[in-house]
């Protein structure tokens, strides 16, 4: 099987803007520029068919992740050999039409990224995500698929097929939807970065409401006026008087009369969280079934992402 090796996808460029009617500005609580966060899903429990995260520390869950699958989330699948997963992620079934939501609870702003791996043993067009994002209005914001490729890691090449997907939109978003495809049924997404958060009110600003500079005055200048010459009045010649041009000269001074436009460099820029993940001690002879377990103790629902990974070394062999 042939070794495919992806770029990270450039992401938008951010920014702190305010512009016409129907575009977005981010209106910030304080003097610092607002940066775009990265949910690394470290916290993600285990069972539970809810994740919410707090982007910018203010006590107040920015974003929620759900599920309508009720055994919940996973935490763990490909292993480590994964260039766009950096265990634990989010881990859950793609057999659903719906198989994860994702809500935005002060909208989110410009773009969305983030990386994710399939529990496939082959790249094909049945290993992929599809990924829609909406407004208020439940209107398309944007939409972008991308199939799972195997990508370059230090050990050769990835256990399970993955990539990394990202789209940028011109509204504020308020909810996304994900649909995974999957030979054996899971995914698994990790590292989704946005602009969310609650201290930044992101609103919609019409143009009627930009508040502009008032105009400078044009400065006048008083009128100079220009005093009539006479001539004395010769006694053998006509009486004539010669009256000279009493114009009164305005002097108009042309100005500018702009107001001035400060462009504001600002560092506002994403900055992505490296994250050290201490890698996972693999057994020798790995079991060929897991059962992950909710914290009451029912028997959730079993999963095996070892098994493409066995099925490939077997198909290695017989190739051999």
């Excluded at 702009?258 to 057994?283: E, G, K, L």
């Amino acid at each position: 099987m042939s070794t495919l090796s992806f770029q990270p996808p450039v992401r938008p460029q951010l920014g702190l803007f305010c512009v016409a009617a129907g575009a977005i500005a981010i209106a910030l609580g304080s003097s610092q520029a607002s940066l775009a966060a990265t949910i690394t899903f470290d916290n993600v429990v285990t069972g539970a068919t809810s994740f919410e995260f707090d982007g910018d520390g203010d006590g107040f869950n920015d974003v929620i992740f759900t599920t309508l699958d009720p055994a919940g989330f996973n935490t763990l699948g490909p292993g480590a050999n994964q260039r766009f997963i950096g265990e634990p992620g989010l881990e859950g079934t793609s057999l659903l039409a719906q198989d994860l939501r994702v809500d935005f609870r002060s909208g989110a702003a410009e773009f969305l990224s983030f990386g994710f791996a399939l529990n496939s043993d082959r790249e094909s067009d049945a290993s992929q995500v599809n990924f829609t994002v909406f407004d208020a209005d439940d209107t398309v914001l944007a939409r972008s698929s991308l199939l799972g490729r195997y990508s370059q890691t230090a050990a050769g090449q990835s256990s399970f097929p993955e990539g990394r997907l990202s789209v940028a939109f011109p509204r504020i978003a308020t909810y996304a939807i994900f649909d995974f495809s999957s030979d054996f049924g899971r995914f698994i997404i990790d590292d989704l970065e946005g602009i969310f958060g609650s201290t930044e009110e992101i609103i919609a600003i019409p143009e009627t409401e930009i508040p502009l500079p008032p105009p400078e005055p044009i400065p006048t200048e008083p009128i100079p006026t220009e005093p009539i010459p006479t001539e004395p009045i010769p006694t053998d010649a006509d009486h004539r008087t010669r009256t000279h041009s009493h114009r009164a000269h305005w002097r108009t001074r042309t100005d500018p009369h702009r107001a001035d436009r400060r462009t504001r460099t600002d560092p506002h820029r994403a900055h992505w969280r490296t994250r050290t993940d201490s890698h996972r001690t693999h057994r020798a002879h790995p079991l060929p079934h897991r059962s992950a377990t909710a914290a009451d103790g029912n028997s959730r629902i079993r999963f095996n992402w070892g098994i493409a990974a066995v099925s490939r070394a077997r198909i290695g062999r017989l190739e051999a």
